[in-house]
């Protein structure tokens, strides 16, 4: 089996990866989502989730350092927004060797291997 081409992008996304590495970095991540476009106040997601101030604010920080987060002031308050563009790039890099040893090893339709179940499986 042929070994993946070199990506200079590999360094950069597993940063990325490991932002979301934890549980509460996902569950925030998952909030901000449910919040798209307009995102959520930093309180909110607090409330959200029950996280402390501080270590709420540690985690922003970091997923904001990484890209996965864009902060912007209103007034007094910081409101998050998920950059849903990070997120696309990352699993775009993921999938675009989908399949590939597939082809090399002619297991057949490689369209299946990459799609995801019936509802019927």
Not at 1 to 29: H, K, N, Q, W
Not at 68 to 81: D, I
Not at 90 to 106: D, I, M, P
């Amino acid at each position: 089996m042929a070994c993946p081409p070199s990506d200079d992008r590999v360094p950069r996304y597993a940063d990325v990866l490991a932002a979301l590495g934890t549980e509460a970095r996902l569950r925030i991540m998952r909030v901000l989502l449910s919040a798209h476009p307009q995102g959520l106040f930093a309180g909110e997601i607090q409330a959200a989730l029950g996280i402390p101030p501080s270590t709420l604010s540690h985690h922003l920080e970091k997923l904001k350092h990484e890209g996965l987060v864009r902060v912007r002031r209103s007034g007094t308050f910081l409101r998050y927004t998920a950059d849903t563009e990070t997120l696309r790039e990352v699993v775009t890099f993921l999938y675009a060797q989908c399949c590939g040893r597939a082809r090399e090893t002619e297991l057949g339709d490689v369209t299946q291997l990459c799609a995801p179940p019936s509802s019927g499986e």
